[in-house]
């Protein structure tokens, strides 16, 4: 709903709406041991507080937390993400809580490994990786608003085809 209201409201292009990366993280454990209204509860006490330090005009308080924190915080993210995807990109069924339990859990079911998955989800890979550096322009010939528009639309894209090579081949 917060995304709807800020397309109306809001002024800022740049800012982060809903639902992100490193707070899927941090809320996952909560919501895994209590259910999904811990989803709901915490959005709502989130955009409380949003709103309480946005009234109180106390945005300089990000002021005082350092670039090195920050970095550290998302590439620490980062990594969580993405050894939390290592299992299901290779088929295996089950989840990974960090690296470490990712990569033992691999290692010892590597006969498990559902090769389809694994090049699917990696054919998918490349496939945004190449067409996020697809040249294109708004503006301009045919060729390049057509390269322009795949570029903006190559997550769904990517989605919608991967499903139908799913629901077809695997």
Request: charged share 10%; net charge positive.
């Amino acid at each position: 709903m917060a995304s709807f209201v800020y397309i109306v409201f809001g002024s800022c292009k740049s800012i982060t709406i809903g639902p992100t990366a490193i707070m899927a993280t941090m809320v996952q454990p909560l919501v895994s041991k209590y259910g999904p209204d811990m989803a709901v509860l915490l959005s709502f006490l989130k955009g409380c507080m949003i709103a309480i330090l946005g009234l109180l005009h106390l945005g300089f308080l990000l002021d005082f937390i350092s670039l090195p924190v920050i970095t550290g915080f998302t590439a620490a993210a980062s990594i969580n993400i993405a050894a939390s995807q290592i299992k299901p990109l290779l088929g295996i069924p089950g989840r990974s809580e960090d690296l470490v339990d990712a990569l033992i859990s691999v290692f010892s079911n590597l006969n498990d490994i559902r090769y389809q998955d694994t090049s699917l989800g990696v054919a998918t890979i490349i496939i945004l990786v190449l067409l996020k550096n697809l040249p294109g322009r708004r503006i301009g010939s045919w060729p390049q608003k057509i390269a322009w528009a795949v570029t903006l639309a190559r997550n769904a894209l990517v989605v919608i085809i991967g499903t139908v090579i799913a629901y077809i081949f695997i």
